[in-house]
Nanobody, 126 residues
Framework: QVQLVESGGGLVQAGGSLRLSCAAS????????MGWFRQAPGKEREFVAT????????YYADSVKGRFTISRDNAKKMTYLQMNSLKPEDTAVYYC???????????????????WGQGTQVTVSS
């Protein structure tokens, strides 16, 4: 099973930016759709963004569309989430995840992702 390690979280003021990174250990990383999810205290884990194995297609939650950008570098086995114009409501633990199946179309349900990182905390102050 792949190991995923997130980094890049931290404390930032509203309106600021952060770039999250997710490193994968799997050699076949380039075959899998990747996703970013987040979970705030007392709330369920929610979809943020996803990117297909080739990087050709991306989808975003409405709440982050136009502010966040997901990308990947298959040669480096890395997935990124660039977060701009951050808001206090973006505060959460952010997780990267790998889809259950290779070469699968992007999906938004956490149940369709089989491997998860440990998460990285993002805190946005007002």
């Amino acid at each position: 099973q792949v190991q995923l390690v997130e980094s890049g979280g931290g404390l930032v003021q509203a309106g600021g930016s952060l770039r999250l990174s997710c490193a994968a250990s799997r050699g076949t990383f380039s075959a899998y759709t990747m996703g970013w999810f987040r979970q705030a205290p007392g709330k369920e884990r929610e979809f943020v963004a996803t990117i297909t194995w080739s990087g050709a297609t991306t989808y975003y939650a409405d709440s982050v569309k136009g502010r966040f950008t997901i990308s990947r570098d298959n040669a480096k086995k890395m997935t990124y989430l660039q977060m701009n114009s951050l808001k206090p409501e973006d505060t959460a633990v952010y997780y990267c995840a790998e889809h259950l199946y290779a070469y699968h179309e992007p999906e938004k349900s956490p149940e369709r992702f089989g491997s998860w990182g440990q998460g990285t905390q993002v805190t946005v102050s007002s």
